[in-house]
């Protein structure tokens, strides 16, 4: 996968992500998206056919609306955000770092988790974390209801935890190199 691979560049944007949240809990228009996301009609159905081209949302179902036919997509569950290669983690670290900005100046006081770590641990216990976290998130998005269900939580995670390589630098002043 390169930075031109359509999936990453369909990913690359933070509307675009913000929509694949948005229809992980059950489909939505592009004129239900445009409102939620405070966009005008046709930029959603823009980022909408973006999203599909790739497989990323899919066609759930159509249904009559005001004399025209209103299509509504879902995410397509199990679509990972493709950050194994070294040429995506950029771009996904820049549309990431956008959206916990916009979502940290709407952030309710009180009762989030923050957290930063660089850390040297032993290969089992990186590789438990990783395995734990990834089923929390899982569990997370399984708990979803669709936006604005009464009585539920409006939050927002995002995580991104991986293996660093060291800096050339630092190998260099390593001792016994």
């Known amino acids: 996968m390169t930075a031109?691979?359509?999936t990453l560049r369909a990913l690359a944007h933070p509307v675009r992500l913000r929509m694949m949240n948005l229809t992980w809990t059950g489909p939505q228009s592009a004129a239900e998206l445009a409102r939620e996301l405070g966009i005008s009609h046709a930029l959603a159905s823009q980022h909408l056919r973006?999203?599909?081209?790739?497989?990323l949302v899919e066609l759930a179902e159509v249904r009559p609306n005001r004399g025209g036919q209103e299509r509504r997509y879902r995410a397509v569950h199990g679509s990972p955000l493709p950050d194994q290669r070294q040429d995506a983690a950029p771009m996904l670290a820049e549309v990431l770092s956008f959206n916990v900005r916009e979502r940290a100046a709407r952030r309710a006081p009180g009762e989030g988790v923050t957290a930063d770590a660089?850390?040297?641990?032993?290969?089992?216990?990186?590789?438990?974390?990783?395995h734990r976290l990834a089923a929390l998130l899982v569990g997370l998005h399984e708990a979803a209801q669709a936006p604005r269900t009464p009585a539920t939580v409006h939050v927002g995670a995002t995580v991104t935890a991986f293996p660093l390589r060291e800096r050339a630098r630092e190998r260099e002043k390593s001792p016994g190199r």
Request: hydrophobic share 45%; aromatic share 18%.
């Open 4 to 6: 031109t691979d359509p």
């Open 50 to 55: 973006r999203l599909a081209s790739v497989g």
């Open 118 to 130: 660089e850390l040297w641990v032993f290969p089992d216990a990186w590789d438990d974390f990783r």
